[in-house]
């Protein structure tokens, strides 16, 4: 079964000829081989991508926009030019549709201190699902406090998977915003948000994508979601911390105020009255994080040549696999079993703790993480605390998951 999967799989790309383009995968912690199935917390980063910030502080560290200069002006254009890569990456209609920010949590923050201050009122309805990360629950709770709005959430059913039926309850005129994870970080569940964002549309609602597990796993187009904005975080995508993309509809960017205040996002300062640049300027105030930003760039080249059909083929099987042998280890629940997931296994042992199972496997070089997720509200559907938690890249192995088979079975035997 293995070896046929692998066959077909090895037509598809070469894993271990991937595996060498990631310098960290090949270490060694306390004399085991490092087996990293934290995915969905953070990735590793190719050499290209490394190299990439190597580059720019050796050869042409600048601040970019203000400068004349030479090194300037070739920062200005790497920087500008990843945002370019990212608007084809994702669809988007034009670069300055694309805002950098730090990560997904300040995108939605930003949407929600914007949009949802200039547009949400006493009454108004913002709609979630169970399975949201914190970062897309709090920010929205934050502007309803401040704005008397009502948070509605979607529930989901025992596998994991919203319930459309629910949903078509819960939207109404009053739904102002609809803001969904593209992909649970929790349980891996693919939310349908193509048909989700469709019907938020029918009720006038701007729907806000979290995406930061959706990019590293699925071709996205926002064009053909339709979304009205969708944010995701490089440091998940194999590109640097801290650096991170709001797409926005270029109408709505232009229509919502800025939000940090500075430098670079003005046209025109007095102490009487600033006046603003144009998006996407208008929201990157102060100097950007422009090595990270370049190097997301590099990231998305090297993604782009693995080809996301062809990760999202291999992940879907090694996860299927994963999924076969999993709850074949005795006492092992496994928490999320949508249809349509990527490589997030949550799973919990009726009678071991997750934090224990989770140093248990770092004793034998398996990075995975334990605990709620930053998704408590989906723990608490599911009636734990947390779950051990691995998760699945394109350079992941059936060997691997294999290891962490073989340590599970023997955690539960000690
Ligand atoms: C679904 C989801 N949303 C938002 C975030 C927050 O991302 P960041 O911490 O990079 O801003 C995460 C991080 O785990 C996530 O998985």
């Known amino acids: 079964m293995v070896q046929y999967m692998q066959l077909e799989l090895s037509e598809l790309f070469d894993v271990s000829a991937i595996r060498k383009d990631f310098p960290l995968l090949s ?16 990735t590793q980063k190719p050499q290209s991508v490394i190299d990439t910030v190597a580059q720019f502080y ?10 004349v200069h030479t090194l300037g002006v070739q920062a200005t254009d790497a920087y500008e030019g990843a945002r370019e890569k990212v608007q084809r990456f994702i669809g988007a209609n034009c670069a300055s549709e694309i805002i950098f920010v730090r990560g997904t949590t300040e995108g939605i923050n930003l949407v929600a201190q914007t949009y949802g201050r200039k547009y949400i009122r006493e009454g108004d309805e913002i709609v979630l699902s169970t399975l949201e990360h914190h970062s897309n629950i709090v920010p929205w709770q934050m502007l309803a406090q401040e704005t008397g ?24 005129s009053r739904t102002r915003i609809v803001s969904l994870a593209h992909v649970s970080n929790g349980l891996g569940t693919i939310l349908p948000i193509q048909e989700m964002i469709k019907m938020a549309h029918q009720y006038g609602a701007r729907v806000v994508i979290d995406g930061a597990q959706g990019v590293p796993h699925k071709c996205v187009n926002v064009q053909s979601l339709d979304c009205d904005f969708y944010a995701f975080s490089g440091h998940k995508m194999f590109a640097p911390l801290g650096i991170g993309v ?10 919502i105020p800025p939000w940090h205040g500075g430098g670079s996002m003005i046209r025109s300062v007095s102490f009487e009255k600033t006046t603003y640049e144009a998006p996407p300027a208008k929201f990157e ?17 090297y993604l782009t040549n693995l080809g996301m059909s062809n990760i999202a083929q291999y992940e879907q099987k090694l996860t299927y696999y994963a999924m076969e042998q999993l709850p074949q ?23 071991i703790p997750p934090t224990e199972v989770g140093q248990l496997l770092a004793l034998e070089g398996i990075a995975v993480r334990a605990g709620h997720h ?41």
């Not at 270490?27 to 953070?42: C, E, M, R, Y």
């Not at 797409?247 to 229509?255: H, N, T, V």
């Open 58 to 67: 050796e050869q042409y560290n600048s601040n970019v926009h203000r400068a």
């Open 27 to 42: 270490q060694q912690v306390d004399g085991k081989p490092l087996i990293w199935l934290d995915n969905a917390s953070t």
């Open 285 to 301: 105030a102060g100097t950007p994080s422009i090595a990270d930003a370049i190097a997301l760039g590099a990231a998305i080249d």
């Open 149 to 172: 709005a009502i948070l509605k959430v979607i529930p989901v059913s025992d596998r994991g998977e919203i319930i459309l039926e629910e949903y078509t309850q819960i939207l109404s």
């Open 329 to 351: 280890i005795p006492g092992l629940r496994l928490i999320g079993a949508a249809k349509d997931k990527v490589g997030v296994l949550s799973f919990v042992f009726e009678d």
């Open 246 to 255: 709001l797409y926005g509809k270029q109408e709505i960017l232009e229509d």
């Open 374 to 414: 930053c998704a408590q509200p989906t723990m608490q559907r599911f009636g734990v605390t947390g779950t051990v938690r691995p998760s699945l890249a394109f350079y992941n192995t059936y060997e691997e998951i294999d290891t962490l088979v073989e340590v599970l079975r023997k955690i539960r035997c000690n």
